[in-house]
């Protein structure tokens, strides 16, 4: 086709003066580069209405005299590229149909196996549709499957003329002229068309707009259709529910008036032990960590008082020691068996050691003769010295603790603070996950859910591949499948495709999946190319087996399938 547009192009750049000629160029641009192959077969980029815009811009160019080959050619494609963007919608259509079906089928399999009776007899009770409520459940479970069989049979058939339209090498007008008439039978409800390759191509345009004006007619011919069978509505299937909570919501009003007075002290004791939760376990430890990064004048000058005391005390300590060994050299330097000269030259330096062997000895020699000593002698002095020594290593005592306590008091905060820390990083973290899946990324599920959901889709699509990937091609037809015999020992076709219902099947699973798949929306899962990937399922030209491959591959190149 690329080849083809091309060339197409080059004969109407040479008369790009013409003004039909710049029209249908540009209107052919516009509809070819809506194509993709990363796009699902069944998505087309363009909507109805800018689909019905470039029809009118076409049909106001009153081209009815033009008959030259290049405005046929260029005619001819512009209604392929037309046909096969309307094919793609009315796809679209169908598969968001039986999206819905499905729901319908699932709600009515469920009702069957787990009805409960008294709710039941509520529902028909209080909200009873004659019409719909006398069909017998697997009455309407046979109908719902039944239109699910015709329905998938239809999106085969549109994907495979999609495919069939797109891979066009020489445009086939009686292919094109086909697929309209089979689309008008689809949308019109049976009514035929005949067109063929020597029709006004003007009115297979014409055509087309039609079909793209009754979308809405379309729709509700198909709602209709399944209108009987449908699964109740939102209020029937929970009316039960919704009496019974209105009942216990009016108890619980009730009772709140009742005990209003409780209640209220228990809120103000509720918010008042909030608030002291929060101020024993953010507050203040952050106050104290303020404090102590950014320590206060106050506080410093308390370290320098305290840090000067201890100064003082052990300078006098110095002095009363050094007094006390000059008083008593002779004595001290006998009992540590040196001059005397040798213990006053040590004696200095021993002070400033605090080494209380310069009283003790004397010291303990006066206590022999305590009441002599105490009168007479040096007793009362060397008692105060170890009164000042005690004092003076209390002070420096005290003086380490502070330290102590002041270097971990950072930590002890920071431990304070953890309670709190917990649990607001908890409540963040919720409301940070409700607002990316909700608000940001608009998911209607959980990453949880949509795990799930992912993985079971994948199973069902792998599950028809693996039924679909001998020959010839497994037929389901009533929900049994029908295998043809064939020669196990003749060659077989690995390029065998599905049948249209079973492939209409496999690619409403595909639709499904990709409803929860573009949900993900995270990078970190890689996201796009996992959708991306799912996109290759939808196209008609690969076979089963190359299709099960592509499952395969999505299993193990995405962690998220595997671990949760």
């Not at 549109?158 to 089979?182: C, F, G, P, R």
């Not at 003007?202 to 379309?218: A, K, P, R």
């Not at 506080?299 to 300078?315: C, H, I, R």
């Not at 020594?389 to 209390?394: C, E, L, P, S, Y």
Request: aromatic letters at 10%; hydrophobic letters at 40%.
């Amino acid at each position: 086709m690329e080849k083809r547009l091309a060339d197409l192009e080059q004969r109407l750049q040479s008369s790009i003066s013409n003004i039909w000629c710049r029209t249908l160029l540009n209107q052919i641009n516009h509809l070819s580069s809506s194509l993709s192959n990363l796009s699902p077969i069944y998505r087309s980029r363009l909507t109805r209405e800018q689909l019905l815009a470039s029809i009118k811009i076409i049909q106001d160019l009153n081209l009815n005299s033009t008959n030259t080959d290049v405005y046929r050619r260029a005619l001819a494609n512009y209604l392929l590229l037309l046909s096969i963007h309307t094919h793609k919608l009315v796809c679209g259509i169908l598969l968001d149909h039986v999206h819905h079906l499905k729901h319908h089928l699932t709600y009515w399999k469920n009702d069957e196996l787990n009805q409960f009776q008294v709710v039941e007899q509520l529902k028909t009770t209080f909200w009873f549709d004659q019409q719909r409520d006398d069909i017998r459940i697997t009455e309407k479970i046979k109908y719902l499957n039944n239109q699910q069989d015709l329905l998938a049979n239809l999106i085969g058939r549109l994907a495979y003329t999609i495919t069939k339209l797109e891979q066009q090498e020489k445009l086939d007008l009686n292919e094109v002229m086909s697929a309209t008439n089979e689309l008008h039978k689809i949308v019109f409800d049976e009514v035929t068309v005949e067109y063929n390759s020597q029709s006004d191509l003007l009115d297979v345009i014409e055509v087309h707009s039609q079909i793209l004006n009754s979308f809405d007619e379309f729709r509700s011919k198909l709602i209709e259709k399944i209108h009987l069978y449908r699964r109740p509505t939102h209020l029937k299937r929970y009316l039960p529910y919704y009496i019974g909570f209105t009942a216990i919501g009016m108890f619980i009003i009730y009772k709140v008036y009742t005990n209003k007075t409780g209640i209220y002290n228990y809120i103000t004791t509720t918010y008042e032990s909030l608030k002291f939760f929060l101020n024993e376990h953010l507050v203040a430890p952050l106050k104290t960590i303020y404090t102590s990064t950014f320590e206060s004048h106050s506080s410093e000058s308390a370290y320098e008082n305290s840090q000067l005391n201890y100064t003082n005390s052990k300078k006098i300590l110095e002095e009363m020691l050094e007094e006390y060994g000059r008083q008593h050299a002779g004595t001290l330097a006998q009992v540590n068996n040196v001059s005397v000269e040798e213990f006053l030259a040590t004696l200095n330096e021993r002070a400033r050691n605090e080494d209380m062997n310069v009283v003790m000895k004397n010291y303990q020699q006066e206590l022999n003769s305590p009441i002599r000593s105490a009168l007479l002698g040096d007793l009362i002095k060397g008692i105060l010295i170890q009164v000042q020594k005690v004092k003076v290593d209390g002070e420096g005592l005290i003086i380490q603790i502070d330290q102590l306590m002041k270097q971990n008091q950072i930590n002890f905060s920071l431990l304070a603070t953890i309670p709190a820390i917990l649990i607001i990083t908890f409540v963040f973290v919720a409301t940070k996950n409700v607002i990316s899946d909700r608000l940001i990324n608009q998911r209607k599920f959980d990453l949880t859910t949509l795990r799930e959901q992912i993985i079971r889709k994948l199973r069902e699509v792998e599950h028809i591949l693996i039924m679909n990937s001998e020959t010839p091609a497994l037929t389901i037809n009533n929900h049994e499948l029908i295998v043809p015999e064939f020669d196990r020992h003749a060659a077989t076709d690995q390029k065998q495709l599905m049948t249209y219902t079973t492939f209409g099947q496999f690619l409403s699973l595909i639709y499904e999946l990709k409803y929860f798949a573009k949900q993900l929306k995270s990078k970190r899962m890689l996201s796009k190319e996992f959708n991306d990937d799912i996109n290759l399922l939808t196209y008609t030209q690969f076979s089963a087996n190359q299709k099960l491959l592509i499952v395969q591959q999505i299993h193990h190149s995405y962690s998220f399938l595997v671990h949760s």
